[in-house]
């Protein structure tokens, strides 16, 4: 059974930057493809950003896009997301998610069979 431990989060001001790390055990992390989602109060989760099994393809939501950057460490088996020129819309609890199942990286939720139990993450203004 894959379990995934989120870190990182944390307050931060809006305009500063947060690193968070996703460890995984107990499978073949080099196999999975990895995404980062968020869910803020009263809003749905939403995709942030995947990373393909081998690190050669990344993809991000629009509204990260040349803010947040996605990275991996197979031999640590741990996965990354480095925040930057954070936003108050930023706040949200972020969760880590492993896909096991498919070649190509989804930006959908339910394609993710894995889930991290998330860390908080919240940019005062």
């Known amino acids: 059974q894959v379990q995934l431990v989120e870190s990182g989060g944390g307050l931060v001001q809006a305009g500063g930057s947060l690193r968070l790390s996703c460890a995984a055990s107990?499978?073949?992390?080099?196999?999975?493809?990895m995404g980062w989602f968020r869910q803020a109060p009263e809003k749905e989760r939403e995709f942030v950003a995947a990373i393909r099994w081998d690190g050669g393809y990344t993809y991000y939501a629009d509204s990260v896009k040349g803010r947040f950057t996605i990275s991996r460490d197979n031999a640590k088996n741990t996965v990354y997301l480095k925040m930057k020129s954070l936003k108050p819309d930023d706040t949200a609890v972020y969760y880590c998610?492993?896909?096991?199942?498919?070649?190509?990286?989804?930006?959908?939720?339910?394609?993710?069979?894995?889930w991290g139990q998330g860390t908080q993450v919240t940019v005062s203004s």
């Open positions: 107990g499978g073949t992390f080099s196999r999975y493809n």
């Open positions: 998610a492993a896909d096991s199942n498919h070649d190509r990286i989804y930006n959908t939720a339910y394609n993710y069979d894995h």
